[in-house]
């Protein structure tokens, strides 16, 4: 059962990077919006991602609750040593959920539209930045059992270039794979092109970002390059993801909208599972000391197999409903509630 | 302050801030199914714009529920590294199938809220139960891990490790039940009379406003019956939490001493200092009744307890007064709602009874938050009764007061913009008529 555990925590990964990714990186792209497409922008992410958004960040308290009922010890570690990034990230999961919501609903569009739509954007790079940033943490190898003081306990831990590097590449990667979303048979040729200009600076961004966590890597000694070039699997994943780019393209070029979007999911999974194949089972690297594995910190038996039954249930009742939601809002003239 | 208050006041205020978001998450989609069930039988405009009316309510609530749920799932680490550690293994099974629920409830609001001309009318009148419904369990299966907070289960304690893990033993737990039932019927409670309390205040204005008679109508139904009930429910939680916590009874009454045949104190201030409490009014043998069914038992007083282990009971007891308080007022103005309903319906819409109503807005969320402090509050010292205390759990990260002073004010402006936000649709519904 625990590699069923496992499994769904792999997955839900995935998903919350996909969906919650998409929603993040289409608050993004809203920020790089030029002034006088900005509402048009506007319109088209509220009408593609309102009646999911939701849905795509529950994929986030799934993990965690993995993590707290199947992991507890990594859940308690991150949760000392990266308290501070926690901290920002939630502060941008509040903000962003609630100033989306609060534009969506306010009764009376005036000036105040303009305050929400800059909390939403901004607050979606922070998310993304620190989600990252997190991710690049828990493997630079930083993580102290027993800190000397507040900077080796609280700070060290995270506050790197590697790190950066991460939160800086998924920013990136969510803005490249939003835009790949948000461009649909019905938009304007006009909307079109400005959506496939900011899909080629994300996709540009993206593969200099990623560089950046290499070159980090080595300026920061966390051992990523070389644990990744020994490792034959994330090499193949790597170069089925640089395979699947110029396909991509083509997709795009040729409009065929759903190839586009189901290649930019599977690129998405080749660098996810790059990610994975590079450290699993590690979760938590300690320095001077042994590394939490999803093998080493798991709870008893009896705990993981309620929790496998759980996740199992669970995905019976979710997948279908999640399917036919997606199924449902697939057009985009969506009909707003309306008095 | 130091770090161990900070940590309980940052939880304690995200907690008391969520459960009102969650109380209305929880209870406002039903009273939303029930003005649409009205609309798709008997076809009366009224109906559906009250229901689009509410399900914007119920988006905006939802979305403020989650995020700030969200942030409590962190929190627990962050906060209580040292509870989680060892409690992740033991009680995260209902957790995890709140996770579930919560899904199914996200799916669902999406459903609901942009399925008007998409789904068949009774299918997306069925997606807006299911949202009442999952949330509702979810709700249930949150209380269910605090509940195993305060009567622990499932699992041997020996030398500060755990062993012997039942998950199952340890979800159902001898609280279990008297707790989730004691809060949904107060969520019910709570949100169906500031429901119909918002609409009273409102018709006081706006005499006539069909909507709001319509509103308030269905709201009072349902929060009366939630009123009525509750009073049983709560006399069922007491006698459970004289059984299991006897120290935390002695709190609630203020009973220093032990007695047979004790009296109830209503009212009072306990005096920890001088071990007595005084200003109250006491009925005697009425303690021993209400917490062990019988005139003559034996009830444990404070003072059978080592002074280390006690709860801070002045906060206990006043939290404990303001809870019944409220609630029995609650009971009776659901009481006179129905006789006045049966009597002579007109009268409902008269200024003093929408005045009474009025007052009912904050008393059910009062009740709620003075419940949650008698919990929790009446817990202390302890995080797991007899097994971890909370200063053991704390996290070591220094600087609490930082993060409580930034989630405090975050929370006040989402406060704030929640009622901003209400003001200009209750606006935007009266322009149109």
């Given at each position: ?36 497409s ?8 509220t ?22 009922m ?42 105040s ?7 939403f ?23 102290v ?19 950066i ?14 835009s ?21 600076i994300?996709?540009?961004?993206a ?21 990744f ?17 110029p396909?991509?393209w083509?997709s ?14 599977t ?33 008893p038996?009896?705990?993981?197999a ?34 | ?8 006041f ?44 509410w ?16 942030a ?5 680490g ?34 609901f ?6 789904l ?6 069925t ?5 009442g ?6 709700g ?30 340890a ?48 709201a ?8 009525v ?37 209503i ?90 109503i009025?007052?009912c ?9 003075a ?29 609490q007061?930082?993060?409580?002073l ?8 989402l ?19």
């Amino acid at each position: 059962m625990l590699y069923v555990v496992i499994l769904f925590l792999l997955v839900s990964v995935y998903l919350y990077c996909l969906l919650g990714g998409a929603d993040f990186g289409a608050g993004i792209i809203e920020l790089t919006a030029s002034h006088k497409s900005k509402q048009r922008v506007r319109d088209l992410i509220t009408k593609a991602i309102a009646p999911i958004w939701e849905a795509n960040h529950m994929w986030l308290i799934i993990a965690v609750v993995i993590l707290f009922m199947g992991f507890p010890t990594v859940y308690t570690s991150i949760s000392i040593s990266l308290y501070i990034p926690l901290i920002l990230l939630l502060l941008g999961i509040v903000f962003r959920g609630t100033a989306f919501t609060f534009r969506h609903y306010d009764a009376i569009k005036d000036q105040s539209q303009e305050i929400y739509s800059r909390v939403f954007a901004y607050s979606s790079v922070m998310v993304t930045f620190f989600f990252g940033l997190l991710i690049g943490a828990i493997v630079s190898n930083k993580i102290v059992i027993n800190p000397s003081g507040f900077y080796e306990g609280y700070i060290y831990p995270w506050l790197n270039f590697f790190s950066i590097s991460v939160g800086i590449f998924l920013c990136a990667l969510f803005a490249f794979l939003a835009s790949v979303y948000l461009i649909s048979g019905n938009i304007d040729d006009e909307t079109r092109k400005e959506f496939l200009g900011k899909t080629k600076i994300a996709n540009m961004a993206a593969v200099i970002a990623g560089g950046l966590v290499f070159i980090f890597s080595f300026v920061e000694d966390v051992g990523f390059t070389e644990r990744f070039f020994s490792n034959p699997v994330s090499i193949v994943l790597i170069i089925l993801a640089t395979v699947t780019l110029p396909l991509l393209w083509m997709s795009m070029n040729r409009k065929y909208e759903w190839i586009s979007r189901i290649l930019a999911g599977t690129q998405l999974l080749f660098i996810l599972g790059a990610f994975y194949a590079v450290y699993y089972p590690v979760v938590v690297m300690i320095r001077d000391g042994e590394d939490l594995t999803l093998l080493n910190s798991a709870a008893p038996d009896i705990t993981l197999a309620y929790l496998g039954w759980a996740l199992i249930t669970g995905s019976l009742l979710i997948f279908p409903a999640l399917f036919y939601l997606y199924r449902i809002f697939k057009s985009d003239k969506s009909e707003e509630v309306s008095v | 302050m130091d770090n161990l208050l900070a940590a309980r006041f940052t939880f304690g205020f995200s907690l008391a801030f969520h459960i009102i978001f969650a109380c209305i998450g929880m209870t406002m989609p039903f009273l939303m199914v029930i003005s649409h069930w009205l609309w798709l039988k008997k076809k009366d405009e009224v109906y559906l714009k009250l229901t689009k009316t509410w399900s914007k309510g119920v988006a905006i609530f939802f979305a403020i529920g989650a995020v700030s749920g969200t942030a409590l799932s962190f929190e627990l680490g962050l906060l209580w590294p040292g509870f989680m550690q060892h409690a992740g293994a033991i009680i995260g099974m209902p957790f995890s199938l709140e996770g579930t629920a919560f899904f199914i409830e996200a799916i669902c609001i999406g459903f609901f809220l942009y399925g008007w001309n998409r789904l068949k009318p009774w299918v997306h009148w069925t997606s807006g139960l299911l949202v009442g419904v999952s949330g509702v369990i979810s709700g249930i299966f949150v209380v269910t891990a605090n509940a195993w907070m305060n009567s622990p289960a499932g699992f041997d304690w020996i030398n500060g490790q755990a062993y012997n893990i039942d998950p199952f033993k340890a979800m159902f737990n001898p609280a279990w039940v008297s707790q989730t039932s004691h809060m949904t019927i107060a969520a019910f409670e709570a949100t169906a009379f500031g429901v119909a309390g918002l609409h009273a205040i409102l018709l006081l204005r706006k005499k006539n406003f069909e909507i709001h008679k319509k509103a308030m109508i269905i709201a009072l139904s349902l929060g009366s019956i939630a009123a009525v009930l509750q009073p049983f429910s709560g006399d069922f939680t007491a006698k459970n939490v004289a059984q299991r916590q006897p120290l935390k009874l002695a709190a609630i009454e203020g009973q220093f001493e032990t007695e047979q045949g004790a009296g109830l104190t209503i009212g009072g201030i306990p005096d920890v200092e001088k071990e007595e409490t005084n200003y109250g009014i006491k009925i005697p043998g009425f303690l021993s009744y209400l917490a062990y069914g019988d005139f003559d038992a034996e009830v444990k007083g404070l003072k059978e307890f080592p002074k280390e282990n006690w709860p801070p009971v002045l906060i206990t007891h006043l939290s404990f007064q303001v809870m019944v308080g409220a609630g029995t007022f609650l009971a009776f103005v659901g009481i006179l709602f129905w006789i006045i309903r049966f009597r002579n319906r007109e009268k409902l819409f008269s200024n003093a009874f929408l005045k009474l109503i009025g007052i009912c807005t904050p008393l059910g969320f009062l009740a709620v938050e003075a419940g949650w402090f008698v919990t929790e509050v009446g817990r202390q010292p302890w995080i797991i009764y007899e097994i971890m205390r909370t200063s053991e759990a704390v996290t070591p990260m220094p600087g609490q007061i930082v993060h409580l002073l930034a989630f405090l004010l975050i929370y006040l402006v989402l406060t704030l913009v929640a009622v901003w936000l209400m003001s200009r649709q209750i606006k935007v519904l009266h322009e149109r008529g």
